[in-house]
């Protein structure tokens, strides 16, 4: 595997930065970048870029949390993160059961009708006021 990176480590440390910056910017997954990323410019299948995706994005959401969580400027409510971390645990056991029984090109194209209807109902919807 390490081989097969030589010529292209510094896409993938590029493709990281950019990652990074979005889910920090954002405050989202770097799977929006990450998965489709893999996918289209690496050769990787749907199945190993959703398991790169996550595994990559357990350290930066971490460090990310942290440094919204000291910001004194944003408010981080810790019930509503211990109840959407323990609905999580559940629900991402039986996701990955679920991706692992689906062919490749059926979970990519899931995964790309979940991407653009997750961005129309975001561009659409009304501004909320603070």
């Given at each position: 595997m390490l081989g097969e990176l030589s010529g292209v480590w510094w896409g993938?440390?590029?493709?990281?930065?950019?990652?990074?910056?979005?889910?920090?910017?954002?405050?989202?997954?770097?799977?929006?970048?990450?998965?489709?990323?893999?996918?289209?410019?690496?050769?990787?299948?749907?199945?190993?870029?959703?398991?790169?995706?996550?595994?990559?994005m357990v350290p930066m959401a971490l460090l990310g949390a942290f440094r919204y969580?000291?910001?004194?400027?944003?408010?981080?409510?810790?019930?509503?993160?211990?109840?959407?971390?323990?609905?999580?645990?559940?629900?991402?056991l039986i996701g990955t059961e679920i991706a692992a029984n689906v062919q490749g090109h059926w979970?990519?194209?899931g995964f790309a009708v979940f991407m653009v209807v997750v961005a129309m109902r975001m561009f659409f919807m009304p501004a909320k006021t603070a």
């Open positions: 993938l440390l590029a493709l990281g930065f950019i990652g990074g910056v979005v889910s920090g910017s954002f405050g989202v997954g770097s799977g929006i970048i990450f998965i489709p990323a893999l996918v289209l410019l690496f050769p990787m299948s749907q199945h190993s870029a959703q398991g790169t995706a996550l595994a990559v969580w000291h910001n004194p400027n944003i408010e981080v409510n810790m019930v509503l993160v211990g109840l959407l971390v323990a609905g999580s645990l559940g629900g991402v979970l990519r194209k």
